[in-house]
């Protein structure tokens, strides 16, 4: 395994040259004359080498993987490791697998020593950022977001995982790292709150050819130049974004062609939206085939946009399907997504009404959910449409031997 720090490990008792370093020893917590302190430490200093590494890897494991929105102390946490006694400290300065995690919350000069100390490991990039005052810290002293974005886009092709969040200003620095190759990156999560992009992002190049999660939170991407082959998981969010950054149905479909091994879709539109129907359906004739496609969920979207979406994917019925419809648009017609033979949608109830635990439907004015719970699978609607009834008449044509063993509805 390449991102393994035992990779790293330099023969125990290897005099350290002396250098600056971010690991100062008048900050050891151990003093002459604390015995019992001295008496575990060579207790510590015992044991084998691998085994002390694997020890400090499960601690700053847990670490490096904190959400997106917390703020991040890899650093810190390894230093707090090393002053705990010589060996710890050498073990750790002559580990390059346990300098790969960089953050937004650390110095300039800090990055740039890290990359210095990580070699050739593959890097983990964590952004952070908030205004300076939340932080009480100084911005003279590298803490902003421009460094922080050129360290990590020059060095996106060492860069195996990716959590960026993003602050209002950082909108073209953001892109110019998301538009860099990313050849061995497997997991990214980019949430931007208010930020400004000129113009839609190729997505890392084109190059991310070992990507399987991704989550981007009004980010605006280049759907119809496709997605990384190798996706497996996909998270995408245009809530409170401009509607022209929302793609097409037929763009979706498109896309989604390119990753034939994608288990989990989540697409999310925009909550509010005052302009005419920004959902337009294209021309595509053939379906694309999804094998391993588990879970779709599609909110904030039209009834037309979602009935599109769905006819033209080929998969095993799904685990999990929600189809959630903004409820301040105008009400479409339902008659879309039933008013011709949907396979995907009907093998997809059928398959959660086969072991059915609840089954309820809520009809209001122009509004109806429906909700289908079994050991198999769920299905979960909120959709806003004149005619609430039509879904109930549809319902009841197409199942009715898996219904009548409902015993309520």
């Known amino acids: 395994n390449s991102n393994s720090p035992t990779n790293g490990v330099i023969a125990t008792g290897q005099c350290l040259a002396e250098e600056h370093t971010f690991i100062r020893p008048e900050d050891t917590i151990f003093r002459t004359g604390f015995h019992d302190q001295n008496n575990l430490l060579q207790s510590i200093n015992e044991l084998p080498p691998e085994l002390l590494i694997l020890i400090l890897d499960a601690v700053l494991d847990d670490t490096a993987k904190v959400s997106y929105y917390q703020e991040g102390h890899y650093l810190s946490t390894l230093k707090g490791l090393a002053m705990v006694c010589k060996t710890w400290k050498s073990t750790i300065?002559?580990?390059?697998?346990?300098?790969?995690?960089?953050?937004?919350?650390?110095?300039?000069?800090?990055?740039?020593?890290?990359?210095?100390?990580?070699?050739?490991?593959?890097?983990?990039?964590?952004?952070?950022?908030?205004?300076?005052?939340?932080?009480?810290?100084?911005?003279?002293?590298?803490?902003?977001?421009?460094?922080?974005?050129?360290?990590?886009?020059?060095?996106?092709?060492?860069?195996?995982?990716?959590?960026?969040?993003?602050?209002?200003?950082?909108?073209?620095?953001?892109?110019?790292?998301?538009?860099?190759?990313?050849?061995?990156?497997?997991?990214?999560?980019?949430?931007?709150?208010?930020?400004?992009?000129?113009?839609?992002?190729?997505?890392?190049?084109?190059?991310?050819?070992?990507?399987?999660?991704?989550?981007?939170?009004?980010?605006?991407?280049?759907?119809?130049?496709?997605?990384?082959?190798?996706?497996?998981?996909l998270k995408v969010s245009y809530t409170n974004a401009p509607t022209r950054w929302l793609p097409q149905p037929w763009q979706v479909v498109s896309a989604l062609s390119s990753c034939s091994q994608i288990e989990f879709i989540d697409l999310s539109g925009k909550t509010m939206v005052r302009e005419p129907l920004e959902w337009e359906l294209g021309v595509q004739e053939s379906t694309v085939g999804l094998p391993r496609l588990k879970e779709l969920k599609i909110e904030n979207m039209t009834i037309a946009g979602s009935a599109y979406i769905l006819s033209h994917l080929s998969t095993p019925p799904l685990r999990i399907l929600e189809l959630t419809e903004r409820l301040q648009v105008q009400a479409d017609p339902i008659t879309s997504l039933l008013c011709f033979p949907n396979r995907l949608l009907q093998?997809?109830?059928?398959?959660?009404?086969?072991?059915?635990?609840?089954?309820?439907?809520?009809?209001?004015?122009e509004s109806v959910t429906l909700e289908i719970k079994g050991v198999e699978g769920s299905v979960y609607f909120l959709l806003r449409c004149p005619d609430p009834d039509e879904l109930t008449r549809w319902l009841a044509e197409e199942f009715v031997s898996e219904l009548s063993s409902v015993p309520e509805l």
């Open 347 to 365: 093998e997809t109830i059928r398959r959660a009404l086969s072991r059915c635990e609840k089954v309820a439907l809520d009809l209001e004015h």
């Open 93 to 233: 300065q002559n580990t390059p697998g346990f300098w790969n995690v960089i953050e937004s919350t650390v110095t300039r000069d800090e990055m740039h020593y890290m990359l210095r100390k990580a070699g050739k490991r593959p890097l983990i990039f964590r952004h952070f950022m908030t205004p300076y005052s939340d932080h009480d810290i100084d911005p003279g002293i590298g803490h902003n977001a421009s460094d922080c974005f050129d360290i990590a886009s020059s060095n996106m092709f060492r860069c195996s995982s990716l959590s960026s969040l993003l602050a209002m200003e950082c909108g073209q620095q953001a892109a110019r790292m998301l538009e860099s190759p990313a050849p061995i990156l497997r997991d990214a999560t980019v949430v931007a709150s208010d930020c400004y992009f000129p113009e839609h992002i190729i997505l890392f190049d084109g190059q991310a050819g070992m990507l399987e999660d991704l989550w981007l939170s009004r980010i605006p991407i280049r759907w119809d130049l496709g997605l990384p082959p190798k996706l497996r998981r």
